[in-house]
C-alpha cells in the first residue's frame, strides 16, 4: 500500500495509446518524467513559499527599492527590485496546491502573500510620505494601464516558471519576475495610497492580481502536466480547468477594453499629428509636444507646443475645425508657440544637442551654447500652458506669457523667473503671469505694521503688477472685528494708507479705501478665522477706473 506521501508525488500516467505515433511520444514523455526529482521539486516549493522572516525581509527590501526606483523614474533600480522576486515562491506554491486540490497549501501560500502584499503596500506608503512630493513619473504611470498583452505576458511566463521549478531550473525564475514585474505594480499601489491617487492605486494593483492569477493557473497547468497534480479523475481536471478559464476571462474583459483604448488612442494621436503637421504652414515650424486626452462621452482634449521663426495669430482657429472634421468629435485644443529666433530654431532642431545634451558633451563633438541650453530649459518648462513665448538669441531676451489655465500661483511663477534668471545672467527673462487676484497683503495682530508673510506677498504683488504693466491699484485695508477695540475702523484706514504709500514709492497710483464691517463678517471670521482678516487688498484698475483713481489721488 502506498503511503501518502507516494500517493502525492506518483505521477498520473495515461494507458498506452495504440496509435503508432501518439505511443512514440508517450514513451518519451515518460523517459522525460523519469528525469525529475519529485521529492525535491516538492518539499523546494514548499520551502520558498511559506511565510519566514527571510521572506518578508526580502518584501520589504525589494519593494523599498522597486518605489525608489519608480519615484527616481530609473529602469535599472527597478529592475534590481524584480531580481530580488520574493513574490513568486507563494505564487509558485498557489499553483502547485490548485493542481494538487490541497487546502492546506492554498492557506499557506494565500497566508504568505498577504502578509508580503500588505508589507509591500506598507513600506511603499511610507517611503513616499517621507520624501519630498514627487508627481506620478512615467515609470510609475506606465503600470496604471495594464492590457491583454500583459496577461498573456503573465500566462506564457508562468509556464515558464512551472517548467523550470519542475525541472529545478531556480535561476529561470528570477527572469520571469522581471517579465511579468510584479514588486512594481504593487510599489506602484502604495505610491497610489500615499498620494490619495485612486486612479493609480486601482490600476497598478489590477496589474498585480492579473500577474499572479495568470502566474498561479499557469504553473498549476505545468504542475499537472509533468504528473505533480492530483487527476485521479476527469472530473478534476475539469472543475480546475473551468475555474482557471472563468477567471482568466473575467480578468480578460477590462484588459481588452484597456487595449482598444490604447489602440484608439495611438490612432487619435497620429491623426491629430497628420493634421497639425499640415495646418503649420510656417516655414520652419516644428512640433514639439503632443498630449492627447480621451474620455467617454467628453471632447477629445488636445495640447500642442510648437517651435516656429513666426507667430501665427490665425493657427488655432484654422486648426480646430480641422480637427473636430477629422476626428469627428468636439475637441478642445490649446495650442502653445514658442517663437525662436534663427540661431535657436537650429539648435532646436540638433537632435544631437537637445536630445542627449550629457552624451554630446563627453564626446566633445557640440558645444552647448547659452541659448541652447535656454531652450532645454523651456523645454522642461512647457507643460506649463504658455500663450506665446519669444526668445531672441541676438539680443538675448527671453519672454513666456503664461495662459490663465495654469493652476499654480503668482509666488511660483516669480521664482521660477528667478531661477531661470540666475542660471542665464546674460539674458533678460521675463515670466508674463495670468490674470489673477493678487495674494492678500497680511499685517501683525491690532497694528499697521506689515507680517513677514505681508512683506512677501508684497513683492510678489509688486512683481504681478509690473509684469502686467498695471498703473494703478486700489487699496482696501480690512481687520477682524473689534481687533482694535474702538479703534478698528481706524485700524483699517492705516493700513490701507501704509500699503497704499509703499505702492506710491514703488511708482504706482494708489488710492486706499476700506471694508468694516465686511457682509456677513461674522459669519465668515468664524468658518476662516480672525488672521484671515488682518490684511489688506490691492485690486489693479483699468482704462477708465485707473483714470479716476489718478484724479481722486492725493496730492
Known amino acids: 500500500m502506498n503511503t501518502p506521501s507516494q500517493e502525492q508525488t506518483a505521477p498520473s500516467l495515461p494507458p498506452i495509446p495504440q496509435n503508432r505515433l501518439l505511443r512514440l511520444f508517450w514513451l518519451w514523455w515518460r523517459r ?60 509558485v506554491l498557489l499553483g502547485f496546491a490548485i493542481a494538487r486540490t490541497d487546502v492546506q497549501l492554498v492557506m499557506r501560500s494565500a497566508k504568505a502573500m498577504v502578509v508580503g502584499v500588505l508589507a509591500a503596500l506598507a513600506i511603499s506608503v511610507v517611503i513616499v510620505k517621507l520624501s519630498p512630493f514627487i508627481p506620478p513619473t512615467p515609470e510609475i504611470l506606465a503600470r496604471t494601464n495594464p492590457n491583454l498583452f500583459d496577461l498573456l505576458v503573465a500566462v506564457l511566463s508562468g509556464m515558464v516558471a512551472g517548467y523550470a521549478v519542475t525541472h529545478r531550473k531556480i535561476g529561470t525564475v528570477a527572469g520571469v519576475a522581471i517579465a511579468t514585474a510584479l514588486m512594481p505594480p504593487l510599489a506602484a499601489s502604495g505610491y497610489g495610497l500615499a498620494t490619495g491617487d485612486m486612479r493609480i492605486f486601482q490600476g497598478a494593483f489590477f496589474l498585480f492580481l492579473t500577474n499572479m492569477l495568470a502566474i498561479a493557473f499557469s504553473v498549476a497547468a505545468m504542475a499537472m502536466w509533468y504528473g ?73 482634449q488636445i495640447s500642442a507646443v510648437v517651435f516656429t521663426r513666426e507667430f501665427d495669430q490665425s493657427a488655432h482657429d484654422r486648426l480646430l475645425p480641422k480637427l473636430q472634421e477629422r476626428l469627428g468629435r468636439p475637441v478642445e485644443f490649446a495650442l502653445d508657440q514658442v517663437v525662436l529666433g534663427d540661431a535657436l530654431m537650429q539648435a532646436q532642431a540638433s537632435q544631437s544637442v537637445l536630445a542627449n545634451p550629457v552624451g554630446a558633451a563627453l564626446q566633445g563633438s557640440v558645444a552647448m551654447t547659452d541659448a541652447q541650453l535656454l531652450v532645454r530649459h523651456l523645454r522642461e518648462l512647457l507643460p506649463l500652458p504658455l500663450v506665446l513665448s519669444e526668445v531672441d538669441a ?7 506669457q503664461v495662459a490663465p489655465g495654469f493652476a499654480g500661483n503668482l509666488q511660483t511663477l516669480r521664482q521660477m523667473e528667478e531661477r531661470l534668471q540666475k542660471r542665464f545672467p546674460a539674458w533678460q527673462v521675463t515670466v508674463i503671469p495670468p490674470m489673477r487676484p493678487l495674494p492678500d497683503i497680511a499685517f501683525l495682530a491690532g497694528k ?36 482694535a477695540g474702538r479703534k478698528t475702523a481706524l485700524l483699517t484706514r492705516q493700513r490701507a494708507e501704509l500699503l497704499a504709500g509703499q505702492l506710491r514709492a514703488a511708482g504706482l497710483t494708489a488710492s486706499a479705501t476700506t471694508d468694516y464691517p465686511a457682509t456677513n463678517q461674522k459669519t465668515r471670521e468664524k468658518e476662516l478665522g480672525v488672521a484671515a482678516w488682518r490684511i489688506a487688498r490691492i485690486q489693479p484698475l483699468f482704462d477708465s477706473a485707473a483714470e479716476s483713481a489718478v484724479e481722486a489721488q492725493p496730492r
Not at 39 to 63: K, R
Not at 64 to 78: D, E, Q
Request: hydrophobic share 45%.
Open 394 to 400: 541676438n539680443t538675448k531676451v527671453a519672454k513666456l
Open 448 to 483: 499697521a505694521e506689515l507680517a513677514e508673510r505681508g512683506r512677501q506677498s508684497l513683492n510678489t504683488a509688486l512683481w504681478a503688477l509690473e509684469r502686467w504693466q498695471v498703473a494703478a491699484v486700489e487699496v482696501t485695508g480690512t481687520a477682524a472685528l473689534n481687533e
Open 32 to 91: 522525460h518524467m523519469r528525469d525529475l526529482d519529485r521529492d525535491a521539486t516538492n518539499e523546494q516549493v514548499q520551502e520558498d513559499g511559506g511565510l519566514s522572516y527571510s521572506y518578508a525581509f526580502l518584501v520589504v527590501t525589494s519593494c523599498g527599492i522597486a518605489t525608489l526606483g519608480l519615484m527616481l523614474n530609473s529602469a535599472a533600480v527597478i529592475i534590481g527590485a524584480m531580481l530580488v522576486a520574493p513574490l513568486m515562491g507563494p505564487i
Open 228 to 300: 505533480f497534480g492530483n487527476l485521479r479523475t476527469p472530473r478534476n481536471l475539469l472543475w480546475q480547468t473551468t475555474l482557471a478559464g472563468a477567471i482568466l476571462v473575467v480578468l480578460s474583459i477590462p484588459l481588452i477594453r484597456t487595449l482598444n483604448e490604447s489602440v484608439a488612442k495611438t490612432l487619435t494621436v497620429n491623426e491629430v499629428e497628420s493634421v497639425l503637421r499640415q495646418g503649420l504652414k510656417l516655414e520652419g515650424a516644428s512640433l514639439d509636444k503632443l498630449n492627447v486626452n480621451l474620455a467617454e462621452g467628453k471632447p477629445v
